[in-house]
């Protein structure tokens, strides 16, 4: 038996491949997001904090395909006994179709969870650039779009646990009882795959709008969207992983086709999907590494023009009992202690400062050495 769809790359081999070496990149790119945290002596926030269990999925979906094809199950066809008519192909069950569709049942969950873990990761990093405590069009979207993945990932979690209207165990049992007890089995994995490309196409093209809007070169703006559009590696597997839930969808249960090599492609391609958008969710934090321009001087840089659009207008005389100011023959040295907020800092650097150079920041203080005009209140 043979599909219409390219199987021939997917091979038990294939997927333990597939299933170790993408947990191995996350554990890697997430090892090094929080590495570069530390060294900034920066906080580890909400968008980092959702790539741990989104990690421990990952590792979980790779454990799955190995233990699928130690077990004979993933990976290999499904192996009618010989002279067994095309149709046995609805009936026969043994124990490596039992494991390939347990797996599959085990991995799809996981899966669900990573992804929406993950997405909401790319939103709270938006968030944390782009938002400065105003209501905006950006910040009203972003939170829109955050809405909508916690209500995807429940609503597909607890539509793929409850499979077969509660009949869990037909799930993992021959096909003529998958068709009687889920009968919308195809529509709903249909449904996965298109709805979980649409959704990554919106996400990746949220912040492009915000960062042409910014005051900054074109090359800047580029660069910034260049960093952003990293995601787009996820895009593509999230693409190519949507055509084949199609194709499977449109072959049906064919008596004349392999069903467990096409589970088997679809989560070989589920797996490199999710470790890559793993990795591409730590691509702008690890920037820094690669080279000397940090990240997180763009990320600054963004947010000191949101905040100063935002706070333009708002009186500075609460912060001045906290500027110290120490002139010397037309030098300065500024300590800027406990304002309240970090887009407070980063809008008093953008405005008060006209140009000079911010040589570091620790914590809630940000240490300006340049030439500067005295000056006793802001307003």
Known sequence: MSSPINVSYVTPDAMIAVAVVFPVLGIICVGLRVYVRRVQEASILADDWLLFPALALVI?????????AKGKGIGYTKGLP????????????APNIILTEKIEFIFQLLQIVSLGCIKLSFIMFYRRIFCTGQQTWFSISTAIMGILIVAWTISFFFLFLFYCSGHTSKEWSTVVNVITYCPHGLDDQRALGISDSIMDVFIIALPIPAIFALHLSTAKKMLIVGVFLLGGFA?????????????????????NLDGDKDISLILFWSMIESGTALVAACLPTLRIIFSQSSIDNIVRSIRSTFSLKSHSSHSWSSHTSNLRRQTSKGSSVDHINNIDGISSVESYAMKELDGSEVKGVQGRAIRVQNTLHQQESFA
Do not use: D, H, Q, W
């Not at 895009?235 to 008596?255: D, H, T, Y």
């Open 82 to 93: 010989p002279g067994a008519p095309p149709e046995a192909e609805f009936t026969y069950l």
């Open 60 to 68: 979980g979906m790779g454990i799955a395909l190995i233990v699928g």
């Open 235 to 255: 895009v593509a597997a999230s693409m190519v992983r949507m055509g084949i839930f199609i194709k499977v969808v449109l072959v049906g249960f064919n008596p």
